[in-house]
């Protein structure tokens, strides 16, 4: 009976445990968006607070329309002016005679400026329109900032309460954020470098981010091809769900030429070209070329999304032969060792203002590139479809992959064995006949 009951407590913990290994990436095991909270001056009734995110992961990054950052107050507390930044309700602020607060809301909602505000709006690293870069692929532009008044707030730091309930989006859906933790105060250099000054207070948000929370199916399929085999092994049906199958356009429908067909919508929903996988991303792996002491392979990656334009898209692939990439073509290149012992992920990105911009679907909605790579006689082979990359993520997302037994195979190889087979089936009916006999 004890069995039974810790055998029914296990299959009912089963789905729980795949909901929190699923906001961990075995490729970026330390790659979350900060958000961090320095409270700058004391004010009459509350505090000025600089709020920074930063985005540590290696090679997802917050496309546009943006980031929406939102919280929950702790007490009644109010927003009297932003720099930087702006709320996108104000509330009831009806109470107020004199001065009116930018935002009464008990759980405000703030989103980035756009660029080009006035001069006097802007707070460093703001008004990107939410865009943030991956910090493996831009440091520099991976972080976003803004200034907030707080009103009716505490004023010191034994008084001030912190917020609570934080959530993000980036654009969509995916990121869970812990609670607000204090930690030691920010310290800060002057323009000049010689005066260093402190935070009057600090405090900290973790978002981690879940493809399971993100999306019900994948948003990319990869598909393979190689010169040793004729057969070209295409993304699996419906690889990304099929609930868009009657929404899709045929690659030359009339309704292309429609004005407005590709202008993206609020909702961000999709509209794809037809194809047995509908997948907005396909990734397709070529192994092209086998010289003595190098292998090339090439990369081809293709929009079939009309209304969407992929910016600073980012690709990574995990490939045991990633350890010694001797040269990419028209790609940027980088390797990510989150183990430091294991060389074996790479992520690719365009050039910038060369294929850092991966159009909609159509004649220009496609980049590729090809890598060439230097044998290690140790392990190199072309068999059991050991020249395909393991694991592809796209933007961030793992992109489903084909089953291993449709992978190109060596034609030797593959009929290895019924040969083999078909002489033993002859010997053994021939001694049988002549035993008859």
């Known amino acids: 009976m004890t069995s039974l009951v810790l055998a029914g407590c296990f299959l009912l913990l ?47 990054h917050v496309m546009s329309p943006g980031w929406t950052l939102g919280w929950t107050w702790a007490k009644k507390e109010v927003i009297w002016s932003m720099v930087g930044a702006q709320t996108t ?80 989006l980036g654009p969509g859906p995916g990121y869970t954020c812990g609670p607000a933790k204090v930690v030691p105060p920010t310290n800060f250099l002057t323009p000049d470098r010689r005066r260093k000054t402190q935070a009057l207070m600090t405090w900290n948000v973790t978002c981690t981010y879940s493809q399971f929370l993100a999306r ?40 292309l030429s429609v004005v407005g067909i590709n202008t993206p919508r609020k909702d961000n929903a999709p509209l794809l070209q037809c194809t047995h996988h509908m997948c ?19 990369i081809a990656i293709t929009n079939f999304n009309y209304r969407m334009n992929y910016t600073q898209w980012t690709l990574v692939v995990q490939h045991p032969n990633l350890n010694n990439v001797t040269e990419v073509f028209s790609f940027d290149y980088k390797p990510l060792e989150p183990y430091r012992a294991i060389n074996d992920t790479g992520m690719f990105y365009g050039m910038k203002f060369y294929n850092d911009l991966l159009m909609e679907a159509g004649q220009f909605g496609n980049v590729q590139s090809e890598v060439l790579l230097r044998k290690d006689k140790d392990t190199f082979t072309l068999k059991q479809g050991w020249a395909f990359p393991r694991k592809v993520y796209f933007n961030g997302d793992e992109c489903m992959m084909p089953p291993p037994e449709a992978y190109p195979f060596l034609p030797n190889s593959a009929n290895q064995n019924p040969v083999r087979f078909s002489t033993w089936i002859c010997s053994v009916l021939t001694l049988l006949i002549v035993w008859i006999w």
């Not at 906001?23 to 790659?31: R, V």
């Not at 008990?106 to 989103?111: E, M, R």
């Not at 080009?116 to 709006?121: A, L």
């Not at 769900?241 to 045929?250: S, T």
């Open 89 to 168: 309700e104000q509330g009831d602020c009806s109470k107020f005679k004199a001065n009116i607060p930018h935002c009464c809301k008990k759980t405000p909602t703030v989103v980035d400026l756009l660029p080009g505000v006035p001069y006097n709006q802007q707070f460093t690293n703001c008004c990107k329109g939410g865009v943030l870069s991956s910090w493996g692929q831009d440091p520099q532009a991976s972080v976003s900032a803004f200034q907030v008044s707080v009103g009716q707030a505490g004023t010191s730091n034994k008084t001030v309460k912190l917020p609570k309930n934080f959530t993000l």
């Open 216 to 255: 019900k199916h994948p948003s990319c399929c990869v598909s393979f091809s190689s010169f040793y085999n004729e057969t070209i092994t295409p993304c699996a049906s419906c690889a990304c769900g099929c609930e868009n199958k009657k929404k899709c356009i045929k690659s030359d429908s009339k309704l």
């Open 280 to 298: 907005p991303v396909r990734v397709h792996w070529h192994v092209k070329i086998n010289y003595r002491d190098y292998w090339r392979a090439k």
């Open 14 to 60: 089963l789905p729980c445990a795949g909901f929190f290994a699923a906001a961990y990436d075995p490729l970026d095991p330390n790659g979350n968006i900060t958000i961090k909270w320095d409270v700058m001056s004391w004010t009459a009734d509350g505090y000025v607070a600089a709020v920074t995110m930063n985005n540590f992961q290696m090679y997802r």
